[in-house]
């Protein structure tokens, strides 16, 4: 009996019948179709003497794993598990010389049922929303119990295999399932891409799907920005990005002034929750209750105010008149104070605070440092000058402590539209601890704080001990964020005070005090 006759078995009429398991539809990719298995005579199986019918037999098997994995990789719930089931799939599906060896270590031996657990519906979602996930899970279930049939197949191959070479005749090779021949899954597959060199793709699905935990406000899981128009979204400003075409007005005003460095993105909020996946929100701003209008009462709280003897002129006030409840400090007894009128054109701002500083204070010298801050931070600082731990800036890159930055014009842009900017003229930091990261330094302190997921960060011995720290800002951190690397290094510096002594000798060198009304 020829072993590749097909002939009819129980194991083949149970195999037969089952129908592969088709997941919910996704909007399908329109930019290229999918990449077609190869021919029959492409495949090496030396083991098994290079017989066509047994590469047709492996081309068939190949076939219903695909339809395996396309299902699978349909939701992106699991991205992270199926970025590494799609490599292991493309070197499954590219691989010409199938042997027993390469298939006891391929994708059919992953475990699929492992995933199920991480899919579940996240907290204070809708009922709806937990029924459609366990019956995802159940649906899950049946495709990795499609696996482990077409798993059983193989190894029986091999065994069959192994008898053969022992000089046994052995049954053919049973049946194996038809899968569903279409390229619609493999469409689904062309949007979503992966972040390995050969940018393999995966779906990126526009239907609603859930996410394995609670959603977070900030995924670092970014999808092309390009993506935004063909969706039918606004495109938006993104650093590191730019914006597609011509800059719009609504969006030029931020970026006026050089102020792109404050900003991750500008733009409709729609788009930017697309971005991240956050469909519930993009969801929650298309819903007409969105537009309702009503009117809710609350109290506000009172603001911190310009004290009233700062005028439009610069005159040196006494610190303890003006902030009665400022504690005894190392600040100098007085300072030059003065308030500017915050023209909508930054560079006339900027050229009226020099014009009224020009005699007392060069605010281009290299001396300076200033810092940009609101009316209810230059309260407080003036009261207790000391670190100041703020757990939702995104800023502070060199981790807590006093910022002051060499460029007036970043200062002021924190100040905006109704803050103060504090100068401070050639701080002493003599016998303090001074610290300038270098660039190795630099890019582990600042990934660290800024919260990029990069493997081996190391905390620098200097940091640990440091009294200032020195160097440059960081620059493009949402496109860092994004490919998971280190950000660039900007051309501005920062001076950070992260010791009360420190502190203490940065209060000391305060020359003026800046206040913008709007």
């Not at 600042?446 to 990069?454: E, G, V």
């Not at 009294?467 to 440059?472: E, K, Q, T, V």
């Amino acid at each position: 009996m020829d072993p590749l006759e097909p002939q009819e078995s129980p194991s083949a009429d149970n195999t037969g019948k089952s129908e592969p398991v088709v997941l919910r539809s996704a909007t399908p990719s329109e930019s290229s179709p999918s990449k077609p298995l190869p021919d029959a005579e492409a495949v090496v199986l030396p083991e098994w003497q290079g017989n066509q019918a047994v590469a047709s037999w492996f081309l068939q098997f190949q076939k219903c794993l695909k339809s395996i994995i396309y299902s699978y990789v349909h939701y992106e719930s699991l991205s992270r598990f199926l970025r590494e089931l799609w490599v292991r799939w493309k070197e499954f599906s590219d691989t010409k010389s199938i042997t027993t060896t390469f298939l006891s270590s391929s994708v059919i031996y992953d475990d699929f049922l492992q995933p199920i657990s991480w899919m579940t519906t996240p907290r204070n979602a809708a009922r709806r929303f937990a029924e459609e996930m366990a019956q995802l899970r159940n649906t899950m279930r049946e495709v990795a119990s499609e696996l482990f049939v077409n798993r059983t197949l193989i190894q029986d191959a091999m065994a069959r295999l192994e008898e053969t070479n022992n000089g046994h005749h052995v049954a053919p090779f049973c049946g194996l399932p038809t899968p569903d021949e279409s390229d619609d899954a493999a469409e689904k597959l062309e949007k979503f891409l992966l972040t390995d060199p050969d940018h393999e793709s995966l779906p990126s699905e526009d239907e609603d799907t859930d996410t394995d935990e609670v959603p977070v406000i900030y995924s670092r899981e970014m999808k092309d920005p390009n993506l935004l128009e063909e969706n039918w979204l606004d495109p938006i400003w993104v650093e590191g990005y730019g914006y597609p075409g011509t800059v719009p007005r609504e969006i030029e005003e931020y970026l006026e002034f050089d102020c792109a460095d404050l900003y991750s993105m500008i733009g409709s909020i729609r788009s930017i929750f697309w971005l991240f996946n956050h469909r519930e929100l993009v969801k929650v701003i298309d819903d007409p209750a969105c537009i309702l209008e009503d009117e809710i009462s609350f109290h506000v709280a009172p603001a911190f105010h310009i004290p009233d003897a700062v005028t439009s002129e610069p005159s040196r006030l006494c610190i303890a008149d003006m902030y009665r409840f400022s504690r005894r400090q190392a600040f100098p007894e007085t300072v030059l104070c003065l308030k500017i009128k915050c023209q909508k054109n930054k560079d006339r701002t900027l050229a009226q605070v020099k014009k009224k500083l020009d005699e007392t204070c060069n605010i281009d010298g290299d001396k300076l440092w200033f810092r940009g801050l609101s009316m209810v931070a230059l309260t407080l600082s003036m009261s207790f000058f000391i670190p100041v731990i703020s757990t939702g800036s995104p800023d502070n890159e060199f981790g807590p402590g006093i910022y002051t930055t060499n460029t007036f014009r970043l200062a002021v842009e924190y100040a905006r539209p109704s803050g103060a900017v504090m100068v401070f003229k050639d701080p002493d930091l003599r016998d303090l601890n001074v610290w300038k990261p270098d660039l190795s330094e630099w890019q582990h302190l600042t990934a660290h704080w800024l919260q990029i997921p990069i493997n081996g960060l190391k905390a620098p011995d200097n940091y640990k001990d440091a009294d200032i720290i020195i160097g440059p800002l960081s620059v493009k951190q949402s496109e860092a964020k994004a490919k998971k690397r280190f950000p660039d290094q900007g051309e501005q510096l920062q001076l950070v005070c992260t010791s009360y002594e420190s502190c203490k000798r940065l209060a000391a060198s305060l020359a003026a005090i800046i206040y913008f009304t709007p």
